[in-house]
């Protein structure tokens, strides 16, 4: 028989047990990661990552993201749909990294998670020396036609630019990640981090893109610095405007790592704060009117 309480899963960004406090629960509705008829999503006092928890298990996670056959993930090559998604990717990956293909020195390059490859393709056509981790095998097979494929982050410190891009979101420890990044990465290198923004939610009433059972963790700007910090990355000020739309895009430096900056967590309340005034009497999200700017 199952226990009747689950223990709160430890921060994934901090990898150890901190003061966090429930922040929403919702049902389950048949999601394949998380089994169980609920989940909570829990904010950490100290770094400010919004977390799922239970966490799906190691063997739902590698089924999920490595099945071929799953609808919405699989990408079908021979659809002309899905050619135009993939560029439209190609396009968002290299107006994220424009900013710095110009100024900084070319070297090796690795992205973990890296899909079709869409980003290292805008790195490698600018000089780099492209390497690619990638579990879903399709994907793989699709980028190992342009770039190094490897199965694991190496532990020597050898690439000058460490790209993780919508990746940290779905994985069970993004702390432990960025950490084995770190080891990676060679003196001044630099980091470029993608996800999804939390803050989104407020606007969005996506609670579930924010946080969610394929969403297991939510950053804030805040959050991701912090998660930045503790594993060694300095954030910097990017050569150039990195927005876009819904997202955050993080660019640091190689460094010590140091401790999170207090008062992330009261971000995270303000969003759910405001998701939370636009709920009408059936607890369905009303946007709020939306000014025209001029
Ligand atoms: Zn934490």
């Given at each position: 028989?199952?226990?009747l309480?689950e223990?709160w899963?430890?921060?994934?960004?901090c990898?150890?047990d901190?003061?966090?406090r429930a922040?929403?629960?919702?049902?389950n509705?048949?999601?394949p990661?998380?089994s169980?008829?609920?989940y909570?999503v829990?904010?950490c006092e100290?770094?400010?990552l919004a977390?799922?928890?239970p966490?799906?298990?190691?063997?739902?996670?590698n089924?999920?993201?490595?099945d071929?056959?799953r609808?919405g993930?699989?990408?079908?090559?021979?659809e002309?749909g899905?050619a135009?998604?993939?560029?439209k990717k190609?396009?968002?990956?290299s107006?994220?990294?424009?900013?710095?293909?110009?100024?900084r020195?070319?070297?090796?390059?690795i992205?973990?998670?890296c899909?079709?490859g869409?980003?290292?393709?805008?790195?490698?056509h600018s000089?780099?020396?492209?390497?690619?981790?990638?579990?879903?095998?399709?994907l793989?097979?699709?980028a190992a036609?342009?770039?190094?494929?490897?199965?694991e982050?190496?532990r020597?410190?050898t690439?000058?630019l460490?790209?993780?891009?919508?990746?940290l979101?779905?994985?069970?420890?993004?702390?432990g990640l960025?950490?084995?990044?770190?080891?990676?990465a060679?003196?001044?290198?630099?980091?470029?981090?993608?996800v999804?923004?939390f803050?989104?939610?407020?606007?969005?009433?996506n609670?579930?893109?924010?946080?969610?059972?394929i969403?297991?963790?939510?950053f804030?700007?805040?959050?991701?610095r912090n998660?930045a910090?503790?594993a060694?990355?300095?954030?910097?000020?990017?050569?150039?405007?990195?927005v876009?739309?819904?997202r955050?895009?993080l660019?640091?430096v190689?460094?010590?790592?140091?401790?999170p900056?207090?008062?992330a967590?009261?971000?995270?309340?303000?969003?759910?704060?405001q998701?939370g005034?636009?709920?009408?009497?059936?607890?369905?999200?009303?946007?709020a009117t939306v000014?025209a700017?001029?």
């Amino acid at each position: 028989m199952l226990p009747l309480v689950e223990p709160w899963s430890e921060c994934p960004a901090c990898v150890k047990d901190t003061p966090k406090r429930a922040l929403h629960v919702t049902r389950n509705r048949k999601s394949p990661l998380i089994s169980g008829p609920y989940y909570a999503v829990l904010g950490c006092e100290r770094c400010g990552l919004a977390y799922v928890s239970p966490r799906p298990t190691t063997g739902a996670m590698n089924r999920f993201y490595e099945d071929e056959d799953r609808d919405g993930w699989t990408v079908r090559h021979d659809e002309v749909g899905a050619a135009a998604k993939r560029d439209k990717k190609s396009q968002l990956a290299s107006r994220a990294l424009m900013p710095i293909l110009g100024p900084r020195r070319q070297g090796r390059a690795i992205d973990i998670g890296c899909g079709a490859g869409d980003i290292l393709n805008v790195l490698k056509h600018s000089g780099w020396t492209t390497v690619g981790i990638e579990p879903h095998a399709a994907l793989a097979a699709i980028a190992a036609q342009q770039h190094q494929m490897i199965a694991e982050v190496p532990r020597e410190p050898t690439f000058d630019l460490v790209v993780l891009h919508h990746v940290l979101e779905h994985l069970l420890s993004p702390g432990g990640l960025l950490r084995e990044a770190r080891a990676a990465a060679a003196p001044g290198a630099n980091l470029l981090l993608g996800v999804p923004a939390f803050e989104e939610a407020a606007t969005s009433g996506n609670i579930a893109r924010a946080c969610g059972p394929i969403h297991i963790n939510g950053f804030t700007w805040a959050a991701l610095r912090n998660a930045a910090l503790m594993a060694g990355w300095s954030p910097i000020a990017p050569p150039g405007a990195l927005v876009l739309k819904g997202r955050h895009i993080l660019y640091a430096v190689a460094s010590d790592p140091r401790p999170p900056e207090p008062g992330a967590l009261d971000v995270v309340l303000d969003v759910l704060r405001q998701y939370g005034r636009q709920l009408d009497r059936a607890g369905e999200f009303v946007p709020a009117t939306v000014q025209a700017s001029t």
